[in-house]
């Protein structure tokens, strides 16, 4: 199943995608609360369906039975505007040079254990949100990523019970002003700025939960740029999986529901420019589009 952020009529809404189509979670949940005089969840973000989702599949049996065919005409949000599936609270988690090739094009060995940084949630945009190319930049890289959603909260976390803390897929791009990361790093000065720009972070467009993935080490993944592809590469060519990636994580930092890890990118980074077109595809999640403005 899919999960989505979207907004409707100004308000910031999640829902999620049954038999193709969009429903208002929280439509449900309230509706059929009041016709069986109980008490269901509130579904305010992509955290709460996350911490609930036992509920959201309870919800989805019970609204089919009382409303029949009636039930998608009556949830379906028409048109939605997807916003990013994340909230401002949420941590992201970076991986550097996690697969060999683009270690090698960046002049460095594969590191001999996950090289790790952060992303503020602020940064984050949306499918079809403008990547905004900073006055200040003169080379901008985008770079496909394989994002891991966090669904259960973990500290210390064996790598044997990792892949129970996860909760789905999405795809990221993590964009870098390449020649400011290369400048600090001579001067020994973490990458921070390079990373952590306005506009920095297109992810999405929604989650794929992890039953529909079941290997997520065999996935297929690309970046065009105004239709020519740029990056291609696979996700069984990371050099830490996913759950190898959890576990060391957790070994300094709990992890929460809604956080995000960043599993690294694959080789062909190569500078945009202001009006490009950049679409990052993963197999079995589907694309993230975004302009550069």
Not at 273 to 292: A, F, H, P, Q, S
Request: net charge negative; with cysteine; hydrophobic share 40%.
């Amino acid at each position: 199943m899919r999960v989505a952020s979207f907004e409707s009529k100004g308000i910031e809404k999640v829902g999620v995608f049954y038999k193709g189509k969009l429903i208002d979670i929280d439509l449900v949940s309230e509706i059929i609360g009041h016709k069986l005089d109980k008490e269901f969840p509130a579904f305010f973000n992509v955290v709460d369906i996350i911490e609930q989702w036992e509920y959201v599949e309870k919800l989805i049996e019970k609204g089919e039975k009382l409303f029949k065919s009636e039930f998608l005409k009556f949830f379906e949000v028409k048109n939605p505007l997807l916003t990013a599936p994340i909230i401002r609270e949420s941590k992201i988690v970076c991986l550097g040079k996690n697969y060999a090739e683009h270690a090698k094009e960046t002049g460095s060995k594969p590191p001999e254990e996950p090289i790790i940084f952060g992303k503020f949630a602020d940064c984050v945009i949306s499918h079809d949100e403008e990547i905004i190319y900073p006055d200040f930049a003169t080379r901008v890289d985008p770079e496909v990523e394989l994002a891991v959603i966090i669904g259960k909260q973990g500290k210390d976390v064996d790598a044997e019970e990792a892949m129970d803390h996860v909760f789905g897929y999405t795809i990221a791009n993590d964009v870098t002003e390449r020649e400011l990361e290369y400048a600090d790093m001579k001067k020994g000065w973490p990458w921070y700025r390079s990373k952590n720009f306005d506009a920095a972070m297109p992810l999405g467009p929604w989650i794929v939960t992890k039953d529909e993935i079941p290997n997520p080490h065999n996935l297929e993944i690309e970046l065009s740029v105004n239709g020519k592809v740029r990056q291609k590469g696979n996700t069984k060519d990371m050099i830490f999986k996913i759950n190898e990636l959890v576990s060391f994580i957790t070994k300094y930092i709990t992890l929460y529901p809604g956080d995000v890890i960043s599993t690294g990118t694959v080789s062909g980074i190569a500078p945009i420019e202001r009006g490009d077109e950049i679409v990052c595809k993963i197999e079995k999640i589907g694309e993230l589009r975004n302009k550069v403005i």
